[in-house]
């Protein structure tokens, strides 16, 4: 398993809900990582049906990192946290790695060699 297919992973258990199809996310059922192209990856809803994303894509929203942190305890929840991912505030904590995945990028690296220096 890649770097990137364990921060999906890491994604759907944290409870990531997509902003367009507000349906959870359960499952990877497909992730394609071809030499030279955006990796894509198809999940299965709470509903059943399917959905696909650019993983580039995902891993620009704020709030799938969020369900990452909290798989990785890199969220701390605060008191003013409800349980509605979009009243959260990124922790500091949460924003380092966030910020350390963009400037490795920056520097050159690919995806999956600044989501490895990421642990």
């Known amino acids: 398993m890649t770097e990137t297919q364990k921060w999906i992973e890491d994604m759907i258990v944290g409870g990531f809900i997509h902003p367009f199809n507000k349906e959870k996310l359960i499952d990877l059922v497909y992730f394609s ?4 192209r955006t990796p894509v990856a198809v999940f299965r809803e709470e509903d059943g049906s399917m959905f696909r994303s650019n993983v580039a894509e995902l891993l620009l929203m704020p709030l799938a990192w969020e369900a990452v942190g909290r798989t990785r305890g890199w969220f701390k929840y605060t008191a003013e946290y409800s349980g509605n991912p979009e009243d959260s505030r990124l922790d500091t904590v949460l924003q380092y790695h966030m910020h350390l995945f963009i400037d490795q990028l920056i520097d050159g690296l690919s995806i999956e060699e600044a989501l490895t ?3």
Not at 33 to 36: K, S
């Open 117 to 119: 220096k990421l642990k």
């Open 33 to 36: 990582e071809r030499q030279g």
